[in-house]
């Protein structure tokens, strides 16, 4: 058995997602300010209004701080995929290849190429090219996320692809089934709807500050009143493709579900838990009660994962001991399936070696029945299929509870702006400040349920993480680990410098 | 300095920093660094496969 190091493998996740947290805090800008940049430069250019010309080129300013900050920090993450995740990168590179060169050749050059015409064009093209570029800027970000998302949500729902047994790779049948992979199309509307959900906020936010300081009033009020109906009509989608992310993960993912909501018993029908503190000494197969002072909505949760009432709903013990009665297969059953498969693979390679193509061909059907157990091939206990409980749970109810008040803040900020009362009600402003963080914290939570709640998988069921990484020193990891650290905080911080002084600044007519 | 320059400098410290220093010197392409073509590659991830099942399985 080859050895691996739980303290390379944690620091190696410690380190990706270190650098994908970071990198998450321009992607959502940039997808959202360029949808908004698009609406305010299409309104300058219906009405004529100058006004509008300037409210596109302040925001446009701030656009362009976090577009030249945030990039190349993707490519930190490229460069862990052939450094602590070689095994991996070698396993899904004929996947992920096709998703990222498209992203790379397509979608970035066309936001690319269309930015450099939408920040220094003003005066050099025509106001038609000029709006045409910005929106192809929005588009060509969309685009850019669209791809990286499909790459993504393969590693949560892997399909359309077969596992080559010589070379030890996945390689692509249906480049079509990727992409129209309900778990894809799911990730893309709620990623993106949410980006630009946190967008929004980040413009009632500024725009707060300067009615407190009351500076800039109008450039103010109109970029709420548009940043409050494009977040208002981003977070009924994001509601909506969330209730489709919770559907998709009853079906591809039913352990990440149990734990996001702490069902360890299954139900029928299941109630969703709106608030309960988790008992720290509960552990699956035990009697001990899940909640304390919970909170139950009866029905929901048959609704939320089956989208019928009386649905029956597996809970962790279901899904990790087995339930005969409703068909459910526990993971020592796997377990013992995917050692089988590993013990006809390599049969399979031993066959191969000896030239003896019958018994290869035998030993290959054979692995290919019961391939889809691969992964669990690898873990020690049952209990290892089961994420991190705690995590999940009030990382899942704390962006739901914060996905269900950015909608009510918008119309708040709608009604208000509208009458033109909004600079009367000072705690809105105030509390208005507090959106940025709200709105980054609910994005990133929506990752860490993404991804924790894959654990303990790199890719769900076929590759755990242990074995999707580098056989390296848990030293070697660690120490690229600080450098990171100590980069990305210099960078945040030159950020943040830069993006406050620009917000000081203002708009530029007006700080002469 | 303008906000163009600021950000202009910001970008080439930042590839120079991460193509120059951190690519180059930390993080190599471990399986193309080590073996020469994909069927070495592909031979030593299968290995790695195989000889990482936990130790008490039982055979088909």
Known sequence: ?512 | MTLGKTLWTVILIKIIVLLGVLKLFFFPDLLKTRFDNDSDRGAFVLRHLMESQPPARSQP
């Open chain 1, 1 to 512: 058995m080859e050895a691996f190091d739980p303290a390379a493998v944690g620091w190696a996740r410690a380190q990706f997602a270190l650098t994908a947290m970071y990198h998450w805090m321009f992607v959502p800008l940039t997808l959202g300010l360029s949808c908004l940049l698009a609406f305010f430069e299409t309104f300058y250019f219906r009405t004529g209004n100058p006004e509008w010309k300037r409210i596109t080129r302040f925001w446009m300013r701030l656009f362009a701080v976090n577009f030249a900050i945030g990039i190349a920090t993707g490519l930190i993450l490229e460069f862990q995929f052939g450094t602590n995740w070689s095994h991996y990168s070698w396993m899904v590179g004929d996947i992920f290849g096709a998703p990222l060169a498209i992203e790379v050749l397509f979608a970035f050059f066309l936001e690319a190429t269309f930015f450099a015409v939408m920040f220094f064009g003003w005066e050099r093209v025509s106001p038609r090219f000029h709006l045409f570029s910005t929106w192809m800027v929005a588009i060509g970000s969309s685009l850019s996320a669209l791809w990286i998302l499909v790459a993504n949500a393969w590693m949560q729902h892997p399909v359309g692809m077969t596992f080559n047994p010589d070379l030890a790779r996945f390689e692509m049948q249906d480049i079509g089934a990727l992409i129209t992979s309900p778990a894809a199309v799911t990730h893309f509307l709620h990623a993106t709807s949410s980006s630009f959900v946190l967008s929004a906020l980040f413009v009632l936010s500024v725009c707060s500050w300067y009615l407190l300081k009351g500076r800039h009033p109008r450039l103010a009020v109109r970029s709420i009143l548009v940043a409050s109906v494009f977040g208002l009509l981003s977070s009924l989608l994001v509601i909506l493709s969330g209730d489709q992310a919770a559907y998709d993960a009853a079906r591809f993912q039913p352990m990440k579900l149990a734990a996001m909501e702490g069902l360890y018993q299954g139900e029928q029908p299941a109630g969703l838990v709106v608030f309960g503190l988790l008992n720290p000494d509960k552990q699956p197969g035990d009697d001990r009660p899940t909640f304390r002072h919970p909170l139950h909505l009866p029905f929901l949760l048959s609704l939320l994962a089956n989208h019928r009432l009386d649905s029956f709903v597996p809970g962790i013990d279901d899904l990790l001991y087995g339930n005969p009665e409703q068909g459910i297969e526990g993971v020592a059953e796997k377990m013992a399936r995917g050692r089988e498969a590993l013990a006809f693979l390599s049969r399979y390679r031993q066959a191969r070696q000896h030239g003896d193509a019958e018994a290869a061909a035998l030993n290959l059907e054979a692995f290919r029945q019961i391939e889809d157990r691969l992964g669990f091939a690898y873990l020690n206990h049952p209990e290892e299929a089961v994420p991190h409980v705690p995590t999940l749970f009030y990382g899942f109810h704390v962006m739901v509870a914060l996905g269900f008040l950015f909608p009510l803040i918008f119309l708040l900020y709608l009604a208000l702006a509208y009458r033109g009362r909004l600079s009367r009600h000072r705690w809105l402003l105030r509390f208005g400040l507090l959106l940025v963080p709200l709105g980054f914290a609910a994005s990133q939570l929506g990752w860490v349920v993404t991804e924790m709640g894959r654990q303990p998988w790199a890719i769900q069921n076929i590759l755990p993480v242990h074995v999707a990484q580098s056989s390296l020193a848990a030293t070697t990891v660690q120490s690229t680990f600080f450098i990171f650290l100590a980069l990305l905080t210099l960078l945040f911080i030159a950020e943040l410098r830069i993006m406050l002084n620009q917000i000081r600044i203002g708009p530029e007519e007006e700080k002469r």
